[in-house]
Nanobody, 117 residues
Framework: QVQLVESGGGLVQAGGSLRLSCAAS????????MGWYRQAPGKQRELVAT???????NYANSVKGRFTISRDNAKNAQSLQMNSLKPEDTAVYFC???????????WGQGTRVTVSS
């Protein structure tokens, strides 16, 4: 089992910045992918960004150039720096942990991000 604890999020004006963090604990495999997904009201959950244990990153087109994902393998933690936030970034953001070799997949409880116009 893997437990994910998220922090950050909140209310910010358009153009502002927020930082989300997620710490993983439990049975951590050295080969894993951590990331963030978001779900806006009435919409499906969508990918925001992922980062592998080898620090390979992947971003949704809608956040490229504005968001930066990073991780600290020694702490089993990752962060998402969100800049130039837009109202359409408003959603509940979920931390995700995935092991490509075993298929294990875990989610955090979600943290709300609200961007006012």
């Amino acid at each position: 089992q893997v437990q994910l604890v998220e922090s950050g999020g909140g209310l910010v004006q358009a153009g502002g910045s927020l930082r989300l963090s997620c710490a993983a604990s439990g049975s951590i495999d050295r080969i894993n992918v951590m990331g963030w997904y978001r779900q806006a009201p009435g919409k499906q959950r969508e990918l925001v960004a992922t980062i592998s244990s080898g620090h390979y990153t992947n971003y949704a087109n809608s956040v490229k150039g504005r968001f930066t994902i990073s991780r600290d393998n020694a702490k089993n933690a990752q962060s998402l720096q969100m800049n130039s936030l837009k109202p359409e970034d408003t959603a509940v953001y979920f931390c995700n942990y995935f092991e490509p070799l075993t298929g294990k997949n875990y989610w955090g409880q979600g943290t709300r991000v609200t961007v006012s116009s």
